[in-house]
């Protein structure tokens, strides 16, 4: 079954400093990968996600994420982060056709304004 | 508000009580999933739904838990003899054949005391 690890708990900027939150994941087959933010006292939003295609994806808020195959890594950077973007941000993995999307334990981003 | 709703927010109970909680999909998905949170871990896969079909179940679904999505739409999710170490966050997610992109719910917080 895929695994997903995140390597920082607590990463803590200030603002105006990049962010890169790593990624990576362990399952041999094709995944779909993903990001998802939780402001504080709201529900899990989608930033982004990889199903196929150009391997460098978009989100929103000025997020993207890279996934390359060989590391199996899909790590999620933004230039220049804000005090809102203060939040816990989780990646998740799901294999081709699975519907078990296994989630890493998420890492806690503060930024200080 | 036209988001996956859960209700209640909050369950306090008692060790030994049964408790259900209720999930309300997006009207058009026909995917439900349930996930279980403990704090400083991301989401656990429970269970998950197509239509009204439970096609997969974890590990982590003991025999005093049971869900059930009787007509397709919402679904609700049964612990039986609760103990102490069921608290955690119960969210539920959805989503449409051929998107695998989640949508949670803000989630059920339940206590066992």
């Known amino acids: 079954a895929q695994s997903v690890s995140q390597h920082n708990h607590h990463v803590i900027l200030s603002e105006a400093a990049s962010l890169e939150l790593g990624c990576n994941y362990s399952?041999?087959?094709?995944?779909?990968l993903f990001w998802y933010v939780q402001y504080p006292g709201q529900h899990l939003q989608l930033l982004l996600k990889?199903?196929?295609?150009?391997?460098l994806v978009k989100g929103i808020k000025g997020f993207e994420a890279e996934f390359i195959k060989s590391k199996f890594s899909f790590n999620l950077r933004k230039p220049s982060v804000q005090w809102s973007d203060t939040a816990e941000y989780f990646c998740?993995?799901?294999?081709?056709?699975?519907?078990?999307?296994?989630f890493g334990a998420g890492t806690r981003l503060t930024v200080k304004p | 508000d036209t988001g996956v709703s859960q209700d209640p927010r909050h369950k306090i109970t008692k060790r030994g009580q049964n408790v259900t909680f209720r999930c309300d999909p997006i009207?058009?998905?026909?995917?439900l999933y349930w996930y279980r949170q403990t704090l400083g871990q991301g989401p656990e896969f429970l269970t998950y739904?197509?239509?009204?079909?439970?096609?997969?179940k974890s590990r982590l679904l003991s025999d005093r838990f049971s869900a059930e999505r009787p007509k397709g739409s919402f679904s609700t999710l049964e612990i039986q003899r609760t103990e102490q170490g069921d608290s955690a966050m119960y969210l539920c997610?959805?989503?449409?054949?051929?998107?695998?992109?989640?949508?949670f719910g803000q989630g059920t917080r339940l206590t066992v005391v």
């Open positions: 997610a959805s989503s449409q054949v051929g998107n695998t992109e989640a949508f």
């Open positions: 990889y199903f196929s295609g150009d391997p």
């Open positions: 009207s058009e998905h026909n995917r």
């Open positions: 998740a993995v799901n294999a081709y056709n699975n519907n078990d999307m296994r």
């Open positions: 399952y041999g087959g094709t995944v779909n």
């Open positions: 739904f197509q239509n009204e079909a439970q096609l997969e």
